[in-house]
């Protein structure tokens, strides 16, 4: 789960093209900050908090088990195609993608 190095943060790379997908992203709703000041500012903050919450689990894995289990269930529970969320497990819960890892048996089984 770790990074390994640092990366520029906007590089070509699977973190960066995150960046840059955020950065459009926040782009491309910029113009509704006319009409709809609240919405553009909670999306530019929703976006700031997805990339450094999902920055810091990564370079502190530890951090990530503690604060973030659904999200470290993705990448170290047995099934990458569940978990997705990142800030909060809502969606998961929603969609039925949420399976526990962390702190049950399975997790025990795969650290011997």
Do not use: I
């Not at 900050?33 to 500012?41: E, K, N, Q, R, S």
């Not at 993705?74 to 526990?100: I, S, Y």
């Amino acid at each position: 789960m770790a990074r390994g190095g640092r990366r520029p943060p906007l590089g070509w790379h699977a973190q960066g093209k995150e960046a840059w997908a955020l950065v459009a992203a926040s782009v491309l709703v910029a113009p509704l900050f006319l009409w709809a000041p609240w919405l553009c500012l909670t999306l530019w903050y929703c976006a700031g908090n997805y990339y450094f919450t999902h920055k810091k689990a990564h370079d502190h894995p530890d951090w990530a088990r503690k604060h973030l289990p659904w999200h470290y269930d993705h990448h170290m529970g047995p099934n990458p195609q569940a978990n997705w969320c990142l800030t909060k497990p809502w969606f998961d819960w929603v969609f039925g993608t949420r399976e526990h890892f962390v702190g049950r048996e399975r997790e025990a089984e795969a650290a011997s």
